[in-house]
């Protein structure tokens, strides 16, 4: 059996002399065998529903048991069958969330807290550990930008499928004579590296400024200059150009620990980068497959009608207040199934 095999490396009395390399073979073993615990449960609940369909002929359960039994098998194949989309070496990973808001004032930088607190609300659904790296109030209300990191199995591999632009239609409470507007915000995903992913950054291509930092909603201002603004230039191999990436973290009162944490977004966008570089490649040899871009206008949320729909899969739904308490896997596993196995 496979996993007795990975099991046995990891008896190796010099198995933690290389520590990257002893954790990558833990991570391995982990995943096997959820793969197999998975699979156990769903032939488990495939058994209960036969007995349940049986019990049911012989007027010992009712057939509102039998239907419970049954969903309960679907909901478990539908996981594994989300969970078969998810193959990617950086599906695996943690997440670096980035929300900006567009142009549009105080309506745009409402809609974009509005995106920030239905992550944070589906970050917590899953067990999800969130922390914000950056925030920057807007004007009036609402954030010009945020990001944040959601650290947890699979965290990147479900939100992937957020990346892009989100459109918001409502009657603005900001707006005097009640008109219908429309905002956009958009949601930038990376995976977020760990000490296993080898990142070469050039030192000679980064630079520093600190500034005084405030918490999100202008709380705990610091007194001294602990929030740190990175600057890395590089020659960008998708666009064949040179280019500059600005990192700003304000996570904790320590400078050190902010650059530290600030390093770790770097090397989080620069690994995402070389992963569009290898899906770009893949894509010309599989070119009929469709291809999600940056920056394309993902989904809808029409507050009025009381829709939102997303327009690379047409899953919709008119709970929009579950919608932005965080209630996303309904889009996520639509997106996932349609395009996760060539993502």
Sequence with gaps: MQIEEEEMRTHDPNFWEDQKAAEAQMKKVKDLKRWVEKY???????QEVQLSFDFYKEELVTEADVDQAYEKAIALVEDL??????????????????IVAGAGGTEAQDWAEMLFRMYQRWA???????EISNYQDGDEAGLKTATMKIEGDMAYGYLKSENGVHRLVRVSPYNAQGKRMTSFTSVFVVPLVDDSIEIEINPAGLSWDT???SGAGGQNVNKVESGVRLH???HNVLTDQDDEIVIENTE????????????????SQLYDIELEKRRQETAKIEAGKKKIEWGS???SYVFDDRRVKDH???YQTSNVNAVMDGDIDGFIKAYLMQFGGGQ
């Design 252 to 267: 904790t009162r320590d400078q050190p620990k902010n650059k530290e944490n600030a390093l770790r977004l770097l090397k």
């Design 40 to 46: 156990e449960a769903v032939h488990n609940a495939a």
């Design 211 to 213: 500034f005084r930092s």
């Design 232 to 234: 890395y230039k590089f």
């Design 81 to 98: 069958e989300m969970q078969n989309m998810l193959r990617a070496e950086e599906d695996k990973m943690s997440a670096v969330l980035k």
């Design 124 to 130: 917590d659904r899953q067990g999800y550990k969130c």
């Design 312 to 314: 690379r899969t047409d």
């Design 297 to 299: 206008q993902i989904r």
